[in-house]
Each structure stands twice: as structure tokens, then as C-alpha cells.
């Protein structure tokens, strides 16, 4: 089993476990993966980090960022190498995705990173190398999702990204299920988030390299990955 990346560490939030890993852009590329040279989802963590293994990509860290529909297309803005694979979507139906505010994690050419709530970056004429929209919003300029009870009876092992005002990039995933108010205060409290995004819950997997250390063997569509600069 691989060390856990000196980038990461496990801390106790309110009585449960999580993994939240602290990403300098100036020491680290971030980026999206989401299908491979046969333009196929990668439809896995596994799958995609093996993929990218095999064309010497092995990355630090890697997750599911992002929700899909069954033939594994991200519900919403998807964007890769300055590509646009998906567009933004603000629709209204049910599921977190739509529990609005939702929003968009992106990344432009400069590696800065960024989370915005889904109408303010519809305005902003952001032109990212990388984006990925989900839903709902954790923390928006420092406030709880307003939707979100303090700690409801919903539970899963979650994950999700939050940017801090330094400009480094936090990925967090809980080793035990949590609320999703539990999960905004991690970000919002222990990780310094003002604002952040919830990936998924019950799907969450992390791997470290190629070492699966969450999988919840579901299928994944969007998918982050950090590697280092060196490209190792």
C-alpha cells in the first residue's frame, strides 16, 4: 500500500473520519480526465487512473468530480483541455444536482482555480481549460447552502472541492458517511473554504497513484486527478 501523499492528511470533523488534501497549482497540475484516446468515458476511478498509468500519467491523487446520467455524460458543463464536452446547465428537476445553488469548479490556463455558484459564472465570461459543474453548492462566500439542515438523516460518504482564498485547491472525500451540512462545515470550518462544491455521495472514490484507497466500486463520468509538475 502506497504512502498517503504528503499533500493530504486524515483528520476527525465532528466525529467522522475524512481524507482532505491541500493542492498548491504551483506545485501541482490539476486536471480533469473524463474519456480516453477512444473518446469512451473512462466510467471508473480505477479505470481512468489505469488508462492514465498506462501512458505514464500516474497521478498523485484522483476522484470522482462531477455527476452523470446513466450513459455516463456529465449532467452539466463539462469542459477539458479548453474543450466544451458538455454544456452548463441551469435546469430545475430533482436531486442534488438541482438543489440550487449549484455550481462550477473550474481551472483556467494560469492554473488558477476557482468554485462558483452556476449564474454568477454564467456572468463572469470565464473561459476555463477546465471545468466541471455539480450541485448542490457546500459554502458560498463563506455561508452554508441555505437549503441544508445542520445535520440531516441523509448520510453517505462524500466528497467534493473548495478553493481558499490563497488560491490552493482542497479535495476532501469522508471516510464515514456524513450530512451534507456536516460536509459544508468541513469545508467551510477545517479546511477554510469560502467557497466549495459537493461532487457526490455513496459513489466517492479516491485513489492515491494507483492504489484504490476509497472505491466504492460505482461507476464514475467526471474525474480529477493531480499530478506533479515534474509530470510524475
Same mark, same amino acid.
Given at each position: ?5 504528503d499533500?493530504? !492528511? !486524515?483528520?476527525?470533523?465532528?466525529g ?5 488534501c491541500v493542492?498548491d ?8 480526465? *473524463?474519456?480516453? @484516446?477512444?473518446n ?9 487512473? $489505469? ?7 500516474i ?5 470522482n468530480?462531477?455527476? *452523470? ?10 469542459? #477539458?483541455?479548453?474543450? !466544451?464536452?458538455a454544456?452548463?446547465n441551469?435546469?430545475t428537476a ?11 469548479? *473550474?481551472l ?8 462558483? #455558484? @452556476?449564474?454568477? *459564472? ?8 477546465? $471545468?466541471?459543474q455539480?450541485?448542490?453548492m457546500?459554502?458560498? &462566500? ?10 440531516? @438523516? @441523509?448520510?453517505?460518504i ?5 478553493v481558499?482564498?490563497?488560491?490552493k485547491?482542497?479535495?476532501a472525500?469522508?471516510? &464515514? ?6 460536509f ?5 470550518q477545517?479546511?477554510?473554504c469560502?467557497? $466549495? ?20 466500486g #460505482? ?5 480529477v486527478?493531480?499530478? $506533479?509538475?515534474?509530470?510524475?
Open positions: 500500500m502506497p504512502d498517503r501523499p499533500i493530504c !492528511e !486524515e483528520i476527525v470533523f465532528e467522522a473520519r475524512a481524507s482532505v493542492i497549482p504551483a506545485l501541482h497540475e490539476v486536471a480533469l480526465v *473524463y474519456r480516453g @484516446t477512444d469512451r468515458p473512462y466510467g471508473s476511478v480505477p479505470k481512468a487512473v $489505469a488508462a492514465l498509468a498506462a501512458h505514464g500519467r497521478p498523485v491523487l484522483a476522484m468530480a462531477g455527476m *452523470y446520467h446513466a450513459d455516463m455524460t456529465p449532467v452539466g458543463l463539462y469542459v #477539458e483541455q479548453g474543450v !466544451e464536452l454544456p452548463l441551469t435546469g430533482f436531486g442534488n444536482f438541482f438543489l440550487k445553488p449549484n455550481g462550477v469548479f *473550474y483556467r490556463d494560469d492554473g488558477q482555480a476557482g468554485v462558483m #455558484e @452556476t449564474e454568477a *459564472y454564467k456572468s463572469a465570461g470565464i473561459s476555463p481549460a477546465f $471545468a466541471t455539480s450541485g448542490p457546500l459554502v458560498i &462566500d463563506g455561508a452554508i447552502h441555505p437549503r441544508f439542515l445542520p445535520d440531516g @438523516t @441523509t448520510r453517505y462524500r466528497n467534493g472541492v473548495g481558499r482564498e490563497d488560491g485547491v482542497v479535495l472525500i469522508t471516510r &464515514d458517511p456524513v450530512s451534507l451540512g456536516v459544508a462545515r468541513l469545508f467551510q477545517a479546511a477554510d469560502p467557497n $466549495a462544491l459537493f461532487f457526490d455521495g455513496g459513489v466517492s472514490s479516491l485513489a492515491w497513484g494507483e492504489h484504490m484507497e476509497i472505491d466504492s #460505482e461507476p464514475a463520468g467526471p474525474i486527478a493531480v499530478f $506533479a509538475k515534474d509530470g510524475g
